[in-house]
């Protein structure tokens, strides 16, 4: 047995930071000289970033197959609004962008608790019994915030008048930095007992819970963590956007993030990452040909399916420290530490 | 094939089972008392009755549909048995699941192999020996050091555990890759990782080649011995049953038709005749 050269934890980390870093100074620097049109796509790049992300929990690491994604982001996508209108006496006190992150911390523990109460009726049950439930919640969602104005006579949702005059806090600085706690946390989550036990849940069931592995609380965790990031990614979506509409938030939306999750390959983040990027500047790009718009798309689905039924990446995830590891052991003529990635 | 100095010597306890003499002083481990199960009109365990010593090596014999896999999944609820106690460790387990009997102290096999397969050898393992870290999220989520520490000391140990079958090199790659043999061994040790008082092995050898399942019958009796713990297995190789199985039951029917030990068990004509039908007379 040869050798092989480990890079130890600490470095490890401020290889990320660094790499961070440089992603935050860059990004940055882009949005400060970019047309504003082509800012605001960036700061859509990273909202949906955090959505793909956060379903890939649900489906690529626990297994299941959610369909209501978007009704967990108008729920943090309206909590977080709402607060940030109601509470702007506390902008006198603490300033506009604390505010605005607490109501994106608001946002995701109001959709976690959502998830939390669906999870556990649903979760219990072995089988795709989440999938129903879950486009039920969606659509219920969008009928309650349509509506629950007019029926109890509040001013909150305004229905389908739309939520108006939303703060705009929502900055590239912002989505950067949830981009990037969401990936970080999502990421430390996985690996872990917690993140070990959600995929052993979805690799075999039965066996999970032969190793003493609390099969309904770890399934219910993980699913509200999906909904925690999805709420978050509302309320950035709000604040980007400073214009609410239930019907935002249907079921195409769900689909759409789902389609994301799938392109990019089950329980890959760097998957999640790169075909949210690419599924959204792509729609912008083809604006100009806005007839043959969806046709690309479909073609796009079509052809990775066709080629690559895993994704595009399939479950691989990358690690700047493993690709240097690589790279010094091979320069140093020994054989690579073989992980077990890949695509299968 | 035998190891005829690793076998007790047999004593009757009351409850019509024998266990090794050396296990007489200690608490059996696992009592079952008329265990039963209907699958709507389908009898497929009835009376079943035994008793498992401390350090036994005890052996689940029977033809192919004799409910030997279905009592396996009554000890460990994966089905809730229709009649019948499980005393584990004199525990009673009625109303516990499949989780916390796994915490009270029942590991096993399955015959079918149930693998992580996409994930790695180590995180197999590392997803027995879950119950033995407690750290929380926010720990994990922060790195903190009782993260760290926790799961060095997993990984150590799983790499321990992983040695007894000399896999510790195989520990990266995904469980799903490895040959058939490997992966029921790699069974066993995730199953050592829950610490059991108990162990279920469901046709350990199945697949296996004889060298192959000379070894494992070595290392079955070296995880017993250096664990101490009580093993339970079903097995059609009767070089591997006679063998190192100290006590054993035949079931046929989901019925017990006989107990003793192997030499018993094998001159019983009752078996013989389940095993090979009844003899024409005249
Ligand atoms: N969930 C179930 N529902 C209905 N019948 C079942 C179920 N599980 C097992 N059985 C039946 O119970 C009987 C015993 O099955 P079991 O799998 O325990 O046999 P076995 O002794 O392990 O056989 P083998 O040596 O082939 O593994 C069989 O007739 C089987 O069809
Ligand atoms: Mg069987």
Known sequence: MKKTIRIPMPVRYLINFALLAVLLLTGNFLVNIVDRYYAKVLMLIGINIILAVSLNIATGYLGQLPLGHAGFMSVGAYTCSIFVIRASFLTNYIGEAATFWLGLLLAGIVSALFGVIIGIPALRLRGDYLAIITLGFGEIIRVILLNIDSLLGFEFTYGASGLKNIPKNTTFLNVFVLVALTCALVHTMMKSRHGRAVLSIRENEIAAEACGIKTTYYKTLAFSVSAFFAGIAGGLYAGYLGILNPNTFGFMKSIEILVMVVLGGMGSMLGSVISATVLTVLPEALRGFSDYRMVTYSLLLIIVMIFKPTGLMGAYDFSLSRLLEKGINVMGGKKPVKKGDGAK | ?282
């Open chain 2, 1 to 282: 094939m035998n190891f005829p100095n690793h076998k007790g010597k047999m004593v009757p306890v009351p409850s019509t089972s024998i266990i090794p003499e050396r296990d007489l002083g200690k608490i059996p481990v696992l009592e079952a008392r008329h265990l039963g199960v209907d699958f709507g009109g389908l009898t497929a365990v009835d009376e079943f009755d035994i008793t498992v010593g401390r350090t036994e090596i005890a052996g689940l014999i029977g033809p192919n549909g004799a409910g030997k896999t279905t009592v396996f999944n009554l000890l460990t609820k994966v089905y809730q048995p229709t009649r019948g106690t499980i005393l584990l460790d004199t525990r009673d387990t009625a109303g516990m699941n499949t989780v916390q009997v796994s915490q009270a102290g029942i590991a096993r096999t399955f015959q079918n192999i149930r693998l992580f397969k996409s994930l790695s050898v180590l995180d197999n393992v590392l997803i027995g020996l879950h119950n033995t870290m407690k750290y929380p999220l926010g720990s994990a989520l922060l790195r903190l050091p009782s993260y760290w520490k926790q799961e060095k000391q997993a990984r150590e140990k799983a790499l321990e555990l992983l040695s007894i079958f000399e896999m510790q090199d195989v520990a990266d790659t995904p469980a799903g890759s490895l040959p058939y043999g490997a992966q029921r061994r790699l069974e066993i040790v995730r199953a050592l990782g829950t610490s059991p008082k108990l162990l279920l092995l469901d046709e350990p050898a199945a697949g296996m080649n004889p060298s192959e399942t000379y070894e494992l019958m070595e290392n079955i009796l070296k995880i017993r011995d250096t664990f101490q713990i009580a093993i339970m297995l079903i097995e059609h190789d009767m070089n591997l049953v006679m063998g190192i199985c100290e006590g054993i039951a035949v079931l046929n029917y989901g019925r017990i038709i006989a107990k003793g030990t192997a030499e018993e068990v094998r001159e019983n004509p009752v078996v013989v005749e389940a095993y090979l039908g009844k003899k024409k007379e005249g």
